[in-house]
């Protein structure tokens, strides 16, 4: 799945029990594909899952050892085996996303829906060409990247308080 002028191919997957919560398709591949950094393989891909909150508490549990459900993951895609570079795929890897969780977050810190969805999938793609917030300054560096481009979508910055974003606005 596609959108004409995007460079990047998402296979969106929808396994939930409710897909008009959802955003659309164009929606996810927007998001995603201005997430894509110059550098990224030409005709990359993605998969893109969108779960309830037992498979994305399993897929935490297994993978990152924590019981509970949560907004996003990030599986990079790593070859099994050395390749040239000739050969190198474009396959960026997968983000599962939590459709239960991003609706309660959303809810939580007071925004739009469609800001903390476009969030999140900013956020999980950035992960999947190498971005990471192990420490200060990766988070630092990776939160300035997405308040950027969040910012190109006229969405607010997403780690400021709503408080804070009036009082920014304020003369």
């Known amino acids: 799945m596609n959108a004409?002028?995007?460079?990047?191919?998402?296979?969106?997957?929808?396994?939930?029990?409710?897909?008009t919560l959802c955003p659309t398709e164009a929606e996810f591949v927007r998001w995603a594909s201005l997430a894509l950094l110059p550098d990224a393989p030409a005709d990359a891909e993605v998969t893109l899952r969108i779960v309830d909150d037992e498979e994305s508490q399993q897929l935490n549990r297994d993978y990152r050892g924590k019981n509970k459900p949560t907004n996003v993951l990030s599986f990079p895609f790593e070859s099994p085996i050395d390749l040239p570079p000739e050969?190198?795929?474009?396959?960026?890897?997968?983000?599962?996303?939590?459709?239960?969780?991003?609706?309660?977050?959303?809810?939580?810190?007071?925004?739009?829906?469609?800001?903390?969805?476009a969030h999140l999938v900013i956020h999980g793609m950035l992960h999947l060409q190498g971005y990471d917030h192990e420490d200060e300054e990766e988070a630092q560096y990776m939160e300035a990247k997405e308040v950027q481009l969040l910012a190109q979508l006229n969405i607010p910055d997403p780690y400021i308080s709503k408080d804070e974003q009036v009082d920014q606005q304020t003369p």
């Open 4 to 19: 004409e002028t995007s460079p990047l191919w998402v296979d969106l997957q929808l396994a939930v029990s409710d897909e």
């Open 87 to 117: 050969a190198e795929l474009s396959l960026l890897g997968d983000l599962v996303i939590c459709l239960p969780q991003v609706l309660r977050e959303a809810a939580e810190q007071q925004k739009p829906a469609l800001h903390h969805w």
